[in-house]
């Protein structure tokens, strides 16, 4: 189906609803913008300013402050002044009929929604439902269950028995992790045995997983939609982790290469295609109704299952870019569709789809410094700009805003390939971390 016919089908659905977007990022709200219902973006960072002529708020702005989303929730600070603010800006933007689009369920909006439940529809799951597909040793006990979809094993350990993980390394090294994580927070490298204690990552539930270290394989990342007739597949990148200069995490999210995804292979994407699909029908089992994500580690040939993203990701906003450029439904569009209850469009296979986009790229430039800092990043920026090529800014830190460290200074976007593996930039492209550093160094 072409997207046209979908944003028709799902701009009928909606009728007279406005349409809000709340998530993340404002940018991320740019495939949205040419639906007829669209009338606001509100964030956590970065006002959506492309339309001029819709509401934009964003929580820094009442805060005074860019927060790291991978360490601070909304949902823990909701009698926090700035808040309180926000959430009152959000309820007067929804005093006629109206859409909240979700980038993940949040008690702040499920709170909301049933408040003024007459007028108000939250198109996402509730979120302590979404809170279980969070979970990751449910999850990917889950799917390991299956049979079918080849996968990291992953071993639990209860706090108390944590010396067991000592006779995991043998020749290599071992990855703990939390059992709830995102962008790469809540997992640690340990290369010595001696290491585990002091890096072991407690939590709520008293244990940790537990793997052997895969070297070589490369991240992927692909986007998809689960409705109620069936998955569909979206766009697959090599995944940026822990790129030294742009994020301070070793496993840290920093960016996409959708280019390089086109060197995996027809038949690794369609082994990734298998698998998406396959996971997407269990997630659909148990209620699940939307666009997620799936991260993959490709090893010797072969995309092993690592987790499942049950949201909209950080990709998401790219690979939206370079559907709607083939004139497809992209994962925004189809979220909404879904929860429209719309029968699932036809779709080209994994392969076809990234054969045909474009070369694109987007790298996230993260505060690595230890301490809350007001920054000015116009030299980062004009460096962007120099550079040959399409390129573009985006998420850019107001000169006002205090950043924390962890948080997204600036998000780069280009057209055409920035890395290798996904653990490194390429080498036209190094001196921007230098820059960053130089800039961290005015601001220590």
């Not at 913008?33 to 300013?49: K, N, P, T």
Request: net charge negative.
């Amino acid at each position: 189906m072409e997207r046209d016919a979908l944003k028709t089908a799902v701009e009928s659905r909606l009728g007279a609803r406005q349409l809000l977007w709340v998530g993340l990022r404002g940018d991320d709200a740019e495939p949205l913008s040419d639906l007829e219902q669209f009338a606001g973006s509100f964030s956590l960072i970065g006002r959506y300013v492309r339309r001029r002529d819709v509401v934009s708020e964003s929580y820094e702005q009442f805060s005074g402050a860019r927060v790291d989303p991978e360490t601070w929730d909304i949902d823990d600070h909701l009698n926090d002044e700035p808040v309180v603010a926000f959430r009152h800006a959000l309820l007067r933007a929804l005093s006629r009929e109206s859409a909240i689009l979700p980038y993940r369920p949040s008690a702040l909006l499920s709170a909301i929604s049933f408040s003024q439940r007459e007028r108000v529809a939250c198109l996402g799951l509730f979120p302590s439902l979404q809170s279980a597909f969070e979970h990751k040793p449910w999850v990917e006990s889950s799917i390991a269950a299956l049979g079918d979809v080849p996968y990291v094993p992953w071993t639990y350990i209860a706090d108390e028995d944590q010396m067991l993980a000592r006779s995991f390394f043998g020749d290599g090294t071992v990855v703990l992790r939390r059992s709830r994580t995102s962008g790469g927070e809540g997992i640690v490298h340990v290369r010595d045995p001696d290491d585990v204690r002091s890096n072991w990552p407690r939590g709520a539930d008293a244990f940790a997983s537990i793997s052997r270290f895969i070297d070589d394989a490369i991240p992927v990342n692909v986007g998809a939609t689960v409705w109620r007739d069936g998955v569909t597949v979206h766009h697959a990148s090599v995944q940026l982790i822990g790129i030294p200069g742009l994020v301070s995490r070793e496993f840290g999210y920093c960016g996409n290469d959708f280019a390089r995804a086109k060197d995996l292979g027809a038949e690794v994407l369609d082994q990734i295609e298998e698998s998406t699909t396959r996971i997407g029908d269990w997630l659909r089992s148990y209620g699940f109704r939307g666009s997620f994500g799936v991260d993959f580690l490709v090893a010797d040939g072969r995309p092993l299952f690592l987790e499942v993203n049950p949201r909209f990701q950080g990709s998401t906003h790219a690979s939206a870019r370079l559907d709607i450029e083939q004139g497809l439904p992209d994962l925004m569009l189809e979220h909404l569709a879904a929860w429209l209850d719309l029968d699932r469009p036809a779709a080209p296979p994994l392969r076809d789809r990234v054969a045909a986009a474009s070369d694109f790229s987007h790298v996230v430039f993260h505060r690595i410094a230890d301490e809350p800092d007001v920054l000015d990043i116009t030299p980062l920026v004009r460096s962007i700009r120099e550079l040959p090529g399409r390129n573009g800014t985006e998420l850019v830190l107001p000169s006002e805003i205090e950043c924390a460290p962890g948080a997204a200074m600036l998000r780069w976007t280009t057209w055409q390939t920035v890395t290798r593996s996904g653990y490194e930039l390429l080498d036209p492209f190094n001196h921007l971390s230098a820059v960053l550093g130089a800039e961290r160094q005015e601001h220590p």
